[in-house]
């Protein structure tokens, strides 16, 4: 049966055009598809179509074809923007308290701002809150640094083992209190965040951490602080800077003051800046310092 014969078979009513209609090139994206199957679904095999589409056989099942007259440039449009969407990140977060940066990132991925998911919790407490929180969403929980009263030790590479087993994507520090690790930042080059709750460098460093870093700030006479999250190098908080947040020092502020104004910037401020990650919006200048690419304007950087 010739080609011509057949599709007007399939469709009385569908448009075929012969080659002689064809003014332009055959590369002018305005020309209309002979039969773009732009729908497939599985159909039941004693279903009758209409006169409008076609049946394609195969061994295992039947699908249904439908006749389209959509320009190519627009199916190209649309394969062009499935193709361009990041697909979701997979993410490990670090914690030795109660977590509440890790719930929020945690509740950013189930709500759809974060475009990841929380495959793994790392903690070297293991009755933290945070662990806590993690068993009771069915994330899994890996016990780092382990005491030498551990009856199996579980080293560096252990856990670097682990981290590529899980085919994790990126390493959030949300209150982690140990030293990461050489062999895990080589393993993850401009992988690893951290938030700390000063704005780097000021109050920085070994032994910063909670309300340390409060009575320091307030003690200094500080009139701003506020939270940062920068890239995780071989030292404490010495990292590339990645965004900030500033925040008032008040008058009489009490450290609990202070940490509870910038905790409430560091919630919201993390959770920015993972969909970002996860969005693949960082970029990073010739000169090593990493910039957020706005996702309302492309051409923006923050």
Same mark, same amino acid.
């Given at each position: 049966?010739?080609?011509?014969?057949?599709?007007?078979?399939?469709?009385?009513?569908?448009?075929?055009?012969?080659?002689?209609?064809?003014?332009?090139?055959?590369?002018d994206?305005?020309?209309?598809?002979?039969?773009?199957?732009?729908?497939?679904s599985?159909?039941?095999?004693?279903?009758?179509?209409?006169?409008?589409?076609?049946?394609?056989?195969?061994?295992?099942?039947?699908?249904?074809?439908?006749?389209?007259?959509?320009k !190519?440039?627009?199916?190209?449009?649309?394969?062009?923007?499935?193709?361009?969407?990041?697909?979701?990140?997979?993410?490990?977060?670090?914690?030795?308290?109660?977590?509440?940066?890790?719930?929020?990132?945690?509740?950013?991925?189930?709500?759809?701002?974060?475009?990841g998911?929380?495959?793994?919790?790392?903690?070297?407490?293991?009755?933290?809150?945070?662990?806590?929180?993690?068993?009771?969403?069915?994330?899994? !929980?890996?016990?780092?640094?382990?005491?030498?009263?551990?009856?199996?030790?579980?080293?560096?590479?252990?856990?670097?083992?682990?981290?590529?087993?899980?085919e994790?994507?990126?390493?959030?520090?949300?209150?982690?209190?140990?030293?990461?690790?050489?062999?895990?930042?080589?393993?993850?080059?401009?992988?690893?965040?951290?938030?700390?709750?000063?704005?780097?460098?000021?109050?920085?460093?070994k032994?910063?951490?909670?309300?340390?870093?409060?009575?320091?700030?307030?003690?200094?006479?500080?009139?701003?602080?506020?939270?940062?999250?920068?890239?995780?190098? $071989? $030292?404490?908080?010495?990292?590339?800077?990645?965004?900030?947040? !500033?925040?008032p020092?008040?008058?009489?502020?009490?450290?609990?003051?202070?940490?509870?104004?910038?905790?409430?910037?560091?919630?919201?401020?993390?959770?920015?800046?993972?969909?970002?990650?996860? $969005?693949?919006?960082?970029?990073?200048?010739?000169?090593?310092?990493?910039?957020?690419?706005?996702?309302?304007?492309?051409?923006?950087?923050?």
């Amino acid at each position: 049966m010739g080609a011509q014969s057949l599709l007007t078979r399939l469709s009385t009513s569908a448009f075929v055009p012969s080659f002689k209609d064809f003014k332009g090139s055959l590369s002018d994206t305005s020309i209309p598809c002979f039969l773009q199957p732009t729908k497939w679904s599985s159909m039941p095999a004693d279903q009758t179509y209409g006169l409008s589409t076609c049946r394609i056989r195969s061994s295992r099942r039947q699908f249904l074809c439908s006749v389209s007259s959509r320009k !190519v440039e627009d199916i190209s449009d649309d394969l062009a923007q499935r193709s361009s969407k990041p697909s979701r990140k997979r993410l490990a977060v670090f914690v030795s308290g109660g977590g509440s940066n890790f719930k929020a990132i945690h509740e950013a991925t189930l709500n759809g701002s974060v475009l990841g998911d929380v495959v793994v919790l790392v903690t070297n407490k293991g009755g933290c809150g945070g662990a806590a929180y993690a068993k009771e969403n069915g994330i899994p !929980v890996v016990l780092f640094p382990r005491t030498k009263e551990e009856s199996q030790q579980f080293l560096s590479s252990d856990l670097v083992t682990t981290l590529r087993e899980l085919e994790v994507d990126f390493i959030l520090l949300a209150g982690y209190l140990k030293l990461i690790p050489v062999e895990l930042v080589q393993h993850f080059p401009k992988r690893i965040l951290n938030i700390h709750p000063s704005l780097l460098p000021a109050f920085g460093g070994k032994g910063y951490y909670g309300l340390k870093v409060h009575k320091a700030v307030i003690a200094s006479g500080a009139r701003y602080s506020g939270p940062t999250i920068h890239f995780v190098d $071989e $030292e404490y908080d010495t990292g590339r800077i990645l965004a900030q947040r !500033v925040v008032p020092v008040c008058a009489f502020d009490t450290p609990e003051d202070l940490a509870a104004r910038v905790l409430h910037e560091e919630h919201q401020l993390y959770v920015d800046i993972v969909a970002a990650l996860c $969005e693949d919006r960082i970029i990073w200048r010739d000169d090593g310092v990493p910039l957020i690419q706005s996702k309302e304007d492309p051409q923006q950087y923050n």
